[in-house]
């Protein structure tokens, strides 16, 4: 098992000098190799490899002007030609072309052959960087692999990668479990638990309506301009840690709690494309459309979903996704499927068997009995699926 754990770095002033430069040094050489590439393609039409880059920058290491390259560690610069070489594999699996690393965005280096990691007094040693003063608010398992050291803001993380984490033993119910995503709740487990859905950005939004607004009206790259703007930033950037924060608490009670775990497999990107539609397609209820998308996006259901999975994994269990088509006008109990089972938004009500639930329960339950389908079916052909065979609790 593969984690990466994060950590907040404390560099003093002259240290967050010292990881500028190495972040400036780092996103000049990508976009040289860029150029490189791009010059020996249009002159010889050749197309060169990390491997060529790195034999160029052993050299040029040791040319005049550009001596600077050394102070920065030689890994470090490595895995730069390597960044460039993953975006040209990119492009030729049909993502755009390369961009240019701009500051704003380049934001990040990476040690890619870390061996031993030297950590006393709550201070980190970094290759060639020194010791660093970081929060280390909970200790890393496995072995060291890489480490990221991230710009994020004004403030400064690291991020351990490490390998053969050991799995956590599963203390928990060996019960299965349905679960809904939805805007109203985060998630509605097929037990009728509701997982509430803080909607940070909403809750925000006063905020940052009033700073976009006091944006609009400054001159552009004023003193004033670059301080509201740093405020929003800011503000966008606790949005998103608030939002993090509280997806790994659910994620982990979900994983801590259940041995199996069915999920709806909602195609986010189409749910989540352009209300307005295209030039040739208007789209239909575009207001209330992207008012959903908003609230969809806020809830960060796909970052969740992801969580659940791997947190899962941990504890060495296993979750299915699933197909949601009519989750939510199948009825749970008798299996008849209309539209009209659906009463209102949050009341479902067979009208053949006038069985009558919480939609959202409902819904989570028939994702838990099409996840048991997929368990069972496993379980026939013989295929280990690293379960116990799985007994449904259901409801
Ligand atoms: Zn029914």
């Given at each position: 098992m593969k984690l990466i754990y994060k950590y907040r770095l404390k560099p003093s002033k002259l240290q967050q000098i010292e990881l500028l430069q190495w972040l400036g040094s780092c996103r000049f050489l990508y976009n040289v190799c860029l150029e490189q590439r791009i010059h020996v393609w249009q002159s010889f039409r050749k197309s060169l490899t990390n491997i060529d880059q790195n034999y160029e920058l052993k050299e040029a290491k040791k040319t005049e002007g550009f001596e600077w390259l050394q102070k920065v560690h030689s890994q470090v610069l490595q895995d730069v030609t390597k960044r460039v070489q993953h975006s040209y594999q990119n492009f030729f699996r049909g993502s755009g072309y390369p961009k240019w690393a701009k500051k704003h965005s380049y934001n990040s280096f990476t040690f890619s052959q870390v061996g031993s990691l030297k950590i006393h007094n709550k201070r980190i040693k970094l290759p060639k960087l020194g010791w660093f003063r970081f929060i280390q608010h909970r200790n890393f398992e496995g072995k060291v692999k890489q480490i990221h050291v991230i710009k994020e803001g004004n403030h400064w993380y690291i991020c351990i990668v490490c390998e053969n984490v050991p799995k956590k033993q599963f203390m928990g119910k060996n019960q299965a479990i349905g679960i809904d995503f939805g805007v109203t709740y985060l998630a509605t487990l097929s037990d009728g638990t509701h997982l509430k859905n803080p909607k940070f950005f909403a809750k925000y939004q006063d905020a940052l309506r009033l700073k976009s607004r006091k944006l609009a009206r400054q001159t552009l790259k004023s003193n004033s301009w670059i301080k509201t703007k740093r405020q929003l930033n800011k503000l966008h950037a606790k949005i998103a840690r608030c939002r993090k924060d509280h997806l790994h608490k659910k994620s982990h009670f979900i994983a801590l709690n259940f041995r199996h775990i069915a999920m709806e497999d909602l195609k986010l990107k189409n749910m989540t494309?352009?209300?307005?539609?295209d030039a040739e397609n208007h789209g239909k209820n575009v207001a209330q459309k992207s008012g959903l998308n908003r609230s969809l996006l806020d809830s960060g259901i796909g970052n969740f979903r992801t969580m659940i999975a791997y947190k899962t994994e941990f504890y060495g269990n296993q979750s299915v996704r699933v197909n949601p088509a009519y989750s939510s006008q199948k009825?749970?109990?008798?299996g008849f499927t209309s539209k009209e089972n659906r009463k209102t938004q949050s009341v479902f009500q067979c009208i053949s068997c006038t069985f009558a639930e919480n939609a959202d329960v409902n819904a989570a339950k028939n994702i838990l009995s099409s996840g048991s389908e997929l368990w069972s079916s496993t379980c026939a052909i013989g295929q280990s699926v690293g379960l116990d065979a799985p007994k449904l609790a259901l409801g």
């Open positions: 494309k352009s209300a307005k539609g009825c749970s109990c008798c």
